[in-house]
C-alpha cells in the first residue's frame, strides 16, 4: 500500500492555503523564482504550523528547506517538531508557487501500484496448496498458535476444492513494515463494528508487543498505540432484552434441536459457543449441575472464552427433563463423549450462524420483535436475574464474567445454594408449563 503512487491526502489536513491571514509569500524573489528554496517560506510555514495546531514556545519546530521531487510539481518539506516530552519528524508537501501546503502521501499513478510488493514476495520453495498453475493466488499470513487464525485456516482449505482456480501459498509479512496510518486505513474499510474494529486493533498491538518481547524488532513505543477506531467504546445499538412472553413466542416458530438450545441458552445465559461445545459427559444428572469446558467456534473445540467462564452451573430439575427428552428424542445411544447438540449428518456440532439466519432471526420476526441473535438469550437472563433482585454478586458468578465491574460487584463470593435458587427462579418463569 505505501508504494501506491497518487497523490493521497491522508490526514486531517489535506489542503492548507498559505495565501490570506499573511502567509502568502508575496517577496518579489519568491514570484521571480517559485521553486527557489526560501527562508522566508519556511518561516511562514513555521508560523502556520504554530497557528493551526496551536503549539506555544515549549515546541520547536524546523522547517528544513524544500526539496523538488522530480515532475510532480511538488516539493518536499521535512518538518521536526520537539518538546521536552520527546519530538517527531512528519514530511509535507509544498506547491512550487508557495501558496498550498499539504500533508499526505505522494504516489505515482503511471506505475503498477502492486508491483513493488509481489516482486518482494518471494514465494519460491513457500508452501503452496491447490493446483500451482491456478490463475489467482492468495498469500496466507498466519499464525498457528493462535486458535483463530487456525480455525480460519483450517475453513480455508475446506473450502479451496471448490475453487480451482485459486491457490494458497503461505508466507511472513515483515512486521516492521506495518505502519499506524496503514491499518487505521484498513480498519475504516472493513465493514465492521467499531468495537469489533477496536478488537483487531488490540490484537494487532498484542502482536507487536510481542514482537518486541522476542526481540523482533527495537523496543519501542507500540505504534498500534496510535491507531485510532472511532467511535470504538460506543454501541451502535443498545443490547435487544427479551421478556418472558416475547420468549415463548419466538418459540413456537422454532423447531428441535434448535428450541431446546435456546431454552438452555436462556435459562442459564450461556453463549452459543459453550452451548456447542457441551458433551453428554459434561452433565451431572444426578447432582443436577452442568460443566461448562470448552467452547466449539469456526468447527473446532476451543478454550473457553476466560478462566471464570470455566465452572459447573446449577442444573434445575425442569431444564434437565428438558435435555433428557432431547437425548431421548434425538440421540437415545448417544455415548458421554458425543456432542449434546451435533449435527446428525455430520455428528459434529451445528453452525450457529446457519441456524440463527434460518430459524433465530424469522422466527423473531414472525413473532413481532424484531431481529435477535444468540448473545440475546444471554442479555435476556441476566435481564431476569436483575429483575427477580438476584444479588449482583450471584449474578456475575451466573454470568461468569471475569471482571466483577461487569456486573457491578459489591458483595464477596456467592454460596452455591444462592446460585441454585437464582437459577432456579429463572428457569420456573422460562419453564412453568411443566411445574408440578
Not at 508557487?97 to 501500484?113: C, H, I, Q
Not at 438450545?261 to 444426578?286: N, T, Y
Not at 455415548?335 to 450462524?353: D, H
Not at 413481532?368 to 449482583?392: E, K, P, Y
Request: some cysteine; aromatic content about 8%; proline content about 6%.
Amino acid at each position: 500500500m505505501n508504494n501506491r503512487r497518487q497523490i493521497c491526502l491522508l490526514a486531517f489536513l489535506s489542503v492548507v492555503l498559505l495565501c490570506g491571514a499573511g502567509f502568502h509569500a508575496s517577496s518579489a524573489r519568491a514570484q521571480a523564482q517559485p521553486g527557489a528554496p526560501s527562508s522566508e517560506t519556511q518561516k511562514k510555514i513555521e508560523a502556520f504550523l504554530r497557528n493551526f495546531f496551536a503549539l506555544g514556545p515549549e515546541f520547536k519546530i524546523t522547517v528544513g528547506a524544500p526539496k523538488e521531487l522530480g515532475n510532480s510539481g511538488l516539493q518536499e518539506v521535512p518538518i521536526e517538531v520537539k518538546s521536552e516530552n520527546g519530538g517527531d519528524n512528519i514530511k509535507m508537501y509544498l506547491t512550487k508557487d508557495g501558496r498550498y501546503l499539504l500533508r499526505g502521501e505522494l504516489n505515482d499513478l503511471s506505475t503498477d501500484p502492486l508491483k513493488e510488493n509481489i516482486a518482494k514476495m518471494k514465494l519460491d520453495g513457500a508452501p503452496v496448496i491447490g493446483d500451482p498453475n491456478a490463475a489467482i493466488t492468495i498469500v496466507e499470513y498466519s499464525d498457528f498458535e493462535c486458535p483463530v487464525c487456525r480455525n480460519l485456516h483450517d475453513a480455508l482449505r475446506g473450502l479451496l476444492p471448490k475453487y480451482p482456480q485459486v491457490k494458497v501459498f503461505f508466507k511472513d509479512y515483515p512486521i516492521e513494515q506495518i505502519k499506524p496510518l496503514l491499518v487505521e486505513d484498513w480498519l475504516k474499510k472493513l465493514d465492521l463494528a467499531p468495537k469489533s474494529k477496536s478488537h483487531l486493533k488490540n490484537l494487532m498491538r498484542v502482536l507487536f508487543s510481542a514482537a518486541m518481547r522476542w526481540e523482533l524488532i527495537p523496543y519501542q513505543h507500540n505504534p498500534m498505540s496510535l491507531v485510532r477506531v472511532k467511535d470504538s467504546s460506543k454501541r451502535q445499538r443498545e443490547p435487544k432484552a427479551l421478556s418472558v412472553e416475547e420468549f415463548r413466542r419466538v418459540l413456537e416458530y422454532i423447531p428441535e434441536p434448535f428450541r431446546t438450545m435456546c431454552v438452555v441458552a436462556m435459562c442459564l445465559g450461556l453463549r452459543v459457543s459453550e452451548i456447542l461445545g457441551l458433551r453428554w459427559q459434561d452433565i451431572d444428572w444426578e447432582g443436577l449441575r452442568l460443566a461448562v469446558r470448552r467452547a466449539y467456534v469456526y468447527g473446532k473445540p476451543g478454550d473457553l472464552k476466560t478462566q471464570a467462564s470455566q465452572r459447573w452451573m446449577p442444573l434445575d430439575r425442569l431444564l434437565a427433563e428438558s435435555l433428557r427428552e432431547h437425548k431421548a428424542l434425538l440421540a437415545p445411544l448417544a455415548k458421554s463423549q458425543e456432542w449434546v447438540f451435533a449435527n446428525p449428518e455430520t455428528g459434529r456440532p451445528y453452525w450457529p450462524g446457519r441456524i440463527q439466519e434460518n430459524w433465530l432471526i424469522p422466527a423473531a420476526k414472525k413473532a413481532g420483535i424484531g431481529q435477535i441473535g444468540w448473545h440475546t438469550f444471554r442479555h435476556s437472563h441476566s435481564s431476569l436475574l436483575h429483575a427477580l433482585g438476584v444479588d449482583l454478586k450471584v449474578q456475575q458468578e451466573l454470568l461468569r464474567h471475569a471482571d466483577v465491574r461487569t456486573t457491578m460487584n459489591i458483595y464477596t463470593h456467592a454460596i452455591p445454594k444462592a446460585l441454585r435458587e437464582a437459577n432456579s427462579k429463572v428457569v420456573r418463569l422460562v419453564l412453568p408449563a411443566q411445574v408440578a
